[in-house]
């Protein structure tokens, strides 16, 4: 069974450039979350797919992040215009049934260096 | 507010010793508890979790973490370390009942086992 997947690894944009980042849950997962690990701090949630449907975006910064899932399979994160701050590792996860303490299955992450 | 604390930065260990990485957290409810491991240019590696039962948990590799209610902490242990468990490892908790399907974690604690 493949693993979630993110692409892609690495990105490196100027400040005011437009970046997106993709994510392939692992297939037959509703649920899918978006998290961002910045310079070293905790990892944070970003925001919570059901299929298609934003569940939760609580953790979304600030308007300049706009994630998509159409079609309920991959999702993905657009940032625009970036800035500094937003550099940081994206990671990716997915889950069948988070209600009753499903794992998240984390993919490898997205590396975003703006400069 | 929900948080997860991981007091140490960094932890060093001689292999074959016994290792412990701590972790506490607060949760308005009962919790659900995870452990990941991520290792270098890798993705987070889920190792265990707590839901319920047993306050002991085995996992992955060797691991086994202790669910210890009054003092809300979760600390992820393993007999004998190897020089291949050296990584940067996450605690993580969600909340039950509230703050939706998100999980909260900690800065991240970094092992590092000496041959």
């Known amino acids: 069974e493949a693993g979630v997947t993110q692409f892609p690894s690495h990105s490196v944009i100027e400040k005011g450039q437009t970046v997106t980042l993709r994510c392939d849950p692992i297939?037959?997962?509703?649920?899918l979350y978006w998290y961002r690990r910045v310079m070293g701090k905790e990892i944070k949630f970003l925001l919570h797919?059901?299929?298609?449907?934003?569940?939760?975006e609580s953790g979304m910064p600030n308007n300049r992040f706009l994630a998509e899932r159409t079609g309920g399979t991959y999702s993905t994160l657009k940032v625009q215009p970036a800035e500094l701050e937003d550099s940081g590792v994206y990671f990716c996860a997915s889950s069948q049934d988070p209600g009753k303490g499903d794992t998240q299955y984390f993919g490898p992450g997205t590396r975003l260096t703006v400069l | 507010a929900q948080s997860v604390a991981q007091p140490e930065d960094q932890v060093n260990v001689a292999e074959g010793n016994p290792l412990t990485v701590k972790c506490t957290y607060s949760?308005?409810?009962?919790?659900?508890l995870f452990w990941y491991v991520q290792y270098p240019n890798r993705g987070l590696q889920f190792l265990l979790k707590y839901i319920t039962g047993d306050n002991l948990v085995k996992g992955s590799y060797g691991f086994e973490a202790e669910f210890n209610k009054s003092q809300t902490s979760f600390h992820l242990k393993k007999p004998s370390a190897l020089v291949s468990d050296s990584a940067l490892y996450f605690c993580a908790v969600r909340d039950r009942w509230t703050g939706g399907f998100k999980t909260i974690f900690g800065a991240g604690t970094r092992l590092f086992v000496k041959a």
């Open positions: 949760v308005s409810g009962n919790p659900y």
């Open positions: 797919f059901v299929k298609e449907s934003k569940q939760d």
């Open positions: 297939s037959g997962h509703d649920n």
